[in-house]
């Protein structure tokens, strides 16, 4: 077939003239499945400089013709008006639809073969048949659908990529966070504030269209923080079953952690910017209702500066503006229970089966989620019978916390 040119003012290109040239060459016998090189399109559409709106208009040029399979001929030319290939694309505008062809033209999927009078229309011989075809020749999607296929194959692996790196990046994270909230309730020695540090850095929310150029430096980091954190925990768990082990020989020797957690090299040095040094306020948290003073109160397992950063907004209820001690966060977080209409009742038996602290603590958690908790009552109510049957742990809700408040501050630098 002989090579065609627009009609009007439009001007014959060097693109136009070699996908025309392409189209010449294609084997008569070749056959192509209209629906699957389409579905080849649309994954490689990024890869090809196509808009979805160029490829809604391309599906609807495909429906003018009536056969499943693409083969050369006079018959691989359609000729609708712009008004029916319109209604057929969902319509859009004139100027919308003449764009997305002249993309199609431009990209080499389809030619345009005008008229001399530049309409669209065919001239059919005597047995009924289609002789001459004046539209939009669809050939170049049988000469180029080796190249297409090619494309569509290589994006769709790397999608599979993606979607396994970012498997592990949810896994890293997930296993990385559970990891460090039991190390830090079990006591056991190892800086798990600074891990905590790294695991938030890491812990951004990932756009859907995150490139894999940045997931996989992200997957390493996550694996070799996973790595550490699992090495540190192994150690602690071995000396406990040493410890265990010890006891059933028959030997007396008590848990050797018997300092307070603060006491741990890892609680010493300041977590995240802006916290201050452990105080002695923080090593002496006030004694459970109904206990004498002479009682020795439990070591709490998350400095208060750790609490406090976790949640922020418990500090704009404290009386003098600062929370400096236990004592105050207490108090503060029972002014709250009375501003979230917790009732006295539900506060007391959170705090009968809690504890004081981690009940003042979970107040406080409940205040930052803000909306998200509909009824703060219940959910506390809720929470209470969990740790009561031994279910609940601190340690997720106030890591939730910060890695939202990470996720939020990165959210305001973009």
């Known amino acids: 077939m002989l090579p065609t040119t627009p009609f009007g003012r439009r001007p014959l290109s060097a693109g136009l003239l070699a996908t025309q040239t392409l189209a010449a060459s294609t084997p008569d016998d070749a056959v192509v499945h209209k629906w699957r090189i389409l579905r080849a399109l649309t994954l490689a559409k990024g890869r090809l400089g196509l808009s979805d709106r160029a490829l809604n208009v391309l599906d609807a040029l495909l429906t003018f013709h009536p056969e499943t399979a693409l083969t050369p001929g006079a018959g ?31 990209v080499g999927l389809i030619i345009r073969r005008d008229s001399p009078n530049g309409k669209r229309y065919a001239r059919r011989g005597q047995g009924g048949e289609i002789a001459q075809a004046f539209g939009f020749d669809l050939t170049p999607l049988i000469a180029r659908a080796a190249e297409i296929e090619a494309v569509a194959a290589e994006v769709e692996g790397e999608l599979r990529q993606i979607a396994l790196l970012r498997e592990r990046i949810t896994l890293h994270r997930r296993d990385i966070a559970k990891m460090i909230a039991m190390a830090i309730e079990a006591g056991a020695p190892g800086d798990w504030h600074g891990f905590m540090a790294r695991h938030q850095a890491l812990s951004g929310r990932l756009r859907r269209t995150e490139p894999m150029s940045d997931l996989e430096p992200l997957a390493a980091d996550l694996h070799a923080l996973h790595v550490e954190v699992a090495k540190c925990l192994e150690g602690f768990l071995k000396t406990q079953n040493m410890t265990r082990n ?81 004592s105050e966060f207490v108090a503060t ?32 958690a409940i205040l930052q989620k803000g909306e998200s908790v509909r009824s703060p009552g219940s959910y506390l109510r809720g929470l209470t019978e969990k740790a009561r049957a031994g279910e609940f742990s601190l340690g997720p809700m106030l890591m939730a916390l910060l890695s939202a408040k990470v996720r939020s501050g990165k959210r305001k630098r973009a």
């Open 76 to 106: 691989l030319t359609v000729f609708p008006s712009n008004r029916e290939l319109a209604l057929r694309a969902r319509g859009p505008a004139l100027k919308t639809l003449q764009r997305a062809l002249a993309q199609l033209m431009e």
């Open 246 to 326: 010890d006891r059933q020989d028959g030997s007396d020797i008590q848990n050797s952690n018997t300092e307070p957690l603060e006491s741990e090299p890892c609680f010493q040095r300041s977590w995240g910017q802006g916290l201050r040094e452990p105080s002695e306020t923080d090593h002496s948290p006030p004694s459970k209702a109904g206990q004498g003073s002479a009682s020795s109160p439990k070591p709490q397992a998350y400095p208060l500066g750790m609490v406090i950063d976790a949640c922020p907004d418990l500090v704009d209820w404290a009386k003098s503006g600062s929370i400096s001690g236990w």
């Open 333 to 364: 977080a029972g002014t709250v229970r009375s501003a979230l209409g917790i009732s006295p009742s539900a506060y007391e038996d959170a705090r009968e089966v809690m504890d004081e602290i981690p009940a003042a603590i979970v107040v406080a």
